[in-house]
């Protein structure tokens, strides 16, 4: 079958379906494959699968007859390669959560992006999202230090602290702040040359610079820039050539007085394989902390949110209660909140039902289950080897020297305070020890987080880790 027939099959389809589930459910379906009877879609979630497997399968295969090709079976699969660009190197993250909010059925809501222009000069930047702007942005307690520092670098006044550095875990809004900064330079200063893009993408440049023989050019161009910010910068850490590069074009931007942002999923401190020189820049400036959202901050959000959708969803009634629900059981990041309340009004609208926390439970039961889960101790044992750069086996064997005790000291600690797990039952899995040595591993640590501010971070950041 070639590309064609699929086009026609699907304007088949949009009369047989209706044009809203047209928009919805089939559009976003990529046939990857017809073999055999077989025809296998990509689609990108796998709630998205079920969805169409469940309500439209039978009209997919009548229609695949139709025009020629007979199938059996319908299969889909998840299409993996979507991360946007400027989302790069997920990697510890549980990509699976955030790969469960549905990215293209409401694709015919979102804003479409427009491109960059930035002044003169061809480097372009990533494109923004019109979206992400400090209007849209919900401020509270976790967040209200970046979101300032964010606004303070987009009055473009002089130079403050170089560079601002935002940093925290996954979905907690550093993209967006950035993007905002970028939005309101250009409405304020359009003066500036202002350049937006991904570590990623700057290493990509730079690759592409060497090869095509125009290093000269590259390091023109980036030094000509106003403002220059950097997203996911920990992605560099590692790629020798890209870093030394990057420390290159940092440090002339920095002489020149221009004001430099950069984000990352951790502290500088924290990005491993950093060189020293890169990480001590870095910390130069003012280094901020978008913290984990709480229950208020994640309500705020739904809040700001959900009028949107009752704008694009006239008619559907949302029982009270639901949004304080959804704060309080989706913890893990802003996207997949954000996500979670797409799915929800796109799936009423559908079945024509009350948004009620029936429907919630029947919707979101994949998001919910992921919420739910629990770290073990056998994830706390090994983030904790990686992270002490220890063996895993270490953690449960016998060894008393301090490099080895205290990581697993701290994975004590951490097994205590993330699982429901008793002190004799963490004593098993510590290698049968006993539940006083546990309780002796427990309070070393809570009592040295008080004077050792390295280990207060370092359990800190584990626990963020952990929590991801
Ligand atoms: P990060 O870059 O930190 O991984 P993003 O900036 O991409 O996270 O944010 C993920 C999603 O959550 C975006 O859609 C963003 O608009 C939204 N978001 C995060 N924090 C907030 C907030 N405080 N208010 C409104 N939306 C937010
Ligand atoms: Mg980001």
Redesign the pocket.
């Known amino acids: 079958m070639t590309d064609d027939t699929w086009g026609q099959v699907r304007e088949e389809l949009i009369k047989r379906v209706g044009k809203n589930n047209y928009k919805t459910w089939i559009e976003p379906l990529r046939l990857s494959g017809l073999k055999n009877g077989v025809a296998l879609f990509e689609v990108p979630t796998s709630f998205f699968g079920d969805w169409v497997s469940r309500n439209f399968v039978d009209q997919i295969r009548g229609q695949l007859s139709l025009a020629g090709s007979p199938v059996d079976r319908v299969e889909f699969t998840v299409a993996t390669g979507q991360r946007p660009v ?2 790069p190197a997920r990697i510890s993250a549980k990509p699976a959560v955030t790969r469960e909010v549905p990215r293209r059925p409401l694709a015919a809501h979102s804003v479409p992006m427009r491109p960059r222009i930035t002044g003169e000069g061809d480097i372009s930047g990533a494109q923004l ?1 019109p ?2 702007t400090f209007e ?5 307690k976790p ?1 209200e230090l970046a ?1 300032a520092a964010a606004r303070r670098v987009a009055e473009g006044g002089p130079v403050a602290y170089n560079p601002l550095f935002l940093y ?12 905002a900064i970028a939005h309101e330079l250009q409405q304020s200063r359009p003066d500036l040359h202002v350049l937006y893009l991904s570590a990623e993408q700057f290493m990509y440049r730079f690759v592409q610079a060497l090869r095509d023989k125009q290093i000269m050019d590259f390091k023109e161009l980036f030094r000509s820039v106003d403002v220059l910010m950097v ?2 910068v920990q992605f560099i850490a590692g790629k020798d050539s890209t870093q030394e590069e990057f420390f290159h074009t940092f440090n002339a931007l920095v002489d020149q007085n221009k004001q430099i942002v950069i ?1 990352a ?1 951790r502290a500088p401190g924290e990005i491993k394989d950093l060189e020293e020189r890169i990480r001590s820049r870095l910390q130069c400036g003012l280094v901020v902390d ?1 913290h984990p ?1 709480d229950y208020e ?1 994640r309500l ?2 739904l809040q ?2 959900v009028d949107h959708y009752r704008n694009q969803y006239r008619g559907l009634v949302m029982a009270s209660g639901v949004l304080e629900f959804l704060a309080h059981r989706i913890t893990t ?3 997949v ?2 996500g979670a309340l797409m799915r929800l009004f796109a799936f009423a609208s559908l079945v024509g039902r009350e948004i009620n926390l029936d429907l919630v439970q029947e919707c979101l039961s994949d998001i919910l289950r992921a919420s739910d889960k629990r770290v073990t101790i056998e994830e706390i044992q090994r983030k904790v080897a990686e992270h002490y750069n220890v063996r895993l086996a270490d953690m449960i064997g016998p060894k008393r020297l301090r490099t080895i005790a205290r990581p697993r000291q701290v994975a004590m600690y951490l097994a205590k305070q993330m699982t429901q797990r008793s002190l004799p039952e963490i004593g098993r899995r510590f290698g049968g020890r006993d539940h006083t040595t546990i309780m002796h591993g427990i309070r070393k640590i809570e009592e040295l987080m008080v004077a050792d501010n390295q280990l207060a971070d370092d359990v800190q950041l584990l626990k963020r880790l952990l929590q991801n």
């Open positions: 400027a989302d999202e979206r992400f849209s942005f919900v401020v509270g967040n979101y925290g875990g996954v979905g907690l809004g550093k993209t967006h702040l950035m993007h997203d996911d984000s999923d978008l959202t901050l705020g959000i700001a949110k990041n802003v996207r909140l954000e």
